[in-house]
């Protein structure tokens, strides 16, 4: 069954940078556009970046500029640059297909904690 596996969090401070990883089994991953999702305390899961099967790429208003999302369907893995990190950003990260609606995702990983903070 599908799997996804993200990795690369940490507590940054502002203005910083991390590199996210998503590693996907249980599918074929290059038929696939894949997202990244983010879910802050208190709030609602949200898309941050995707990727269609072929690369391209797209994002939030909020991250657009400094967040960078890509592929390697090689390793059946989803990256996510993210520069000039805010408070803002602190959330649990997870990756999934895109979805048109979040609710109709049954399965999430385990995410990876991303935390910005001086």
């Known amino acids: 069954q599908v799997q996804f596996v993200e990795s690369g969090g940490g507590l940054v401070q502002p203005g910083g940078s991390l590199r996210l990883s998503c590693e996907a089994s249980?599918?074929?991953?290059?038929?696939?556009?894949m997202a990244w999702y983010r879910q802050a305390p208190g709030k609602q899961r949200e898309s941050v970046a995707t990727i269609s099967s072929g690369g391209t790429p797209n994002y939030s208003g909020s991250v657009k500029g400094r967040f960078t999302i890509s592929r390697d369907n090689a390793k059946n893995t989803v990256y996510l640059q993210m520069n000039s990190l805010k408070s803002d950003d602190t959330a649990v990260y997870y990756c999934n297909y895109e979805w048109t609606s979040i609710s109709k995702a049954d399965y999430w990983g385990r995410g990876t904690q991303v935390t910005v903070s001086s």
């Open positions: 249980g599918i074929i991953f290059r038929n696939y556009a």
